[in-house]
């Protein structure tokens, strides 16, 4: 019997609110959203620069000296490496 009484509620009440349109609820004008500018943390501090070191070393990548070594150790192995050949007799 709620469910009755509850249905025909609702249906009074929408039958009630076609009639007005669409309505929009009030807001308050002194309500107004935050700017953007104050909503938001200030901005991290930078650190500070750091230092250059006393010496820079050779200048080159450790990368490519690690290539040049790999490289070496394959030309190496290629020339060093003796050909086992078996010939049929």
């Known amino acids: 019997m709620c469910g009755a ?3 025909a509620a609702a ?3 929408a039958a009630q ?3 007005q349109g669409c309505v929009l609820p009030a807001v308050d004008p002194a309500a107004a959203p ?3 500018s104050e909503a938001l943390p200030p901005p ?3 650190p500070p620069p750091v230092a250059p070191l006393a010496s820079e070393g ?3 990548s450790p990368l490519l000296l690690g290539l040049v070594a790999v ?3 394959a030309g190496l192995y290629f020339l060093l490496h003796k050909k086992k050949t078996t010939s049929p007799a």
């Open 44 to 46: 991290p501090v930078a």
């Open 5 to 7: 009484t509850a249905a």
């Open 34 to 36: 935050i700017p953007v």
């Open 11 to 13: 249906g009074a009440a």
């Open 58 to 60: 050779f200048g080159i």
């Open 71 to 73: 490289a070496a150790a």
């Open 17 to 19: 609110a076609a009639g």
